[in-house]
């Protein structure tokens, strides 16, 4: 089982204290998602076992990444390792992915597919999908 939760692109705190995107109307939570789109298009991450998860590419390679709270609105970014029997299943799936969305050439956070996410979902509760700490 998995949840998307998409990042906002006009945060504004409001007099009440709520976080609200001023593009599309979304509260979001302290760390700018929400389980709504947005107006624009931003990328989300896919929350698998409580683990908010995503693809991050720099330098022509894709990662897949989990982001560990650390505190009331800080993150860590941690690895998530692959067996070697999964790797490059696992490589396959996110250069999908990537290039679905815009390609290795372009760094940034992607979204997982449904089809990565049920994978990734699979391999974390098999042990296969490791963070890497
Ligand atoms: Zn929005």
């Known amino acids: 089982m998995y949840e998307r939760r998409y990042y906002h692109a006009e945060v504004t705190l409001s007099e009440d204290g709520r976080l609200v995107c001023q593009a ?19 990328s989300a991450v896919t929350v698998i076992g409580e683990l908010p998860i995503c693809i991050h590419v720099s330098n022509l390679r894709a ?9 009331a609105s800080t993150v860590k ?22 290039e679905n969305q815009g390609g290795l050439n372009i760094s940034g956070f992607y979204t997982l597919s449904d089809e990565t996410a049920q994978k990734v979902d699979e391999w974390l509760r ?7 700490m």
């Open 126 to 132: 098999t042990g296969k999908l490791r963070l890497q």
């Open 24 to 42: 599309c109307g979304a509260e979001v939570d302290k760390f700018l998602r929400s389980p709504q789109q947005c107006r624009y298009p931003t």
């Open 77 to 98: 970014i941690v690895v998530l390792a692959p067996d070697e029997d999964i790797a490059d299943e696992l490589d396959n799936l996110l250069a999908t992915d990537v």
């Open 63 to 71: 990662t897949l990444i989990a982001e560990i709270p650390t505190s």
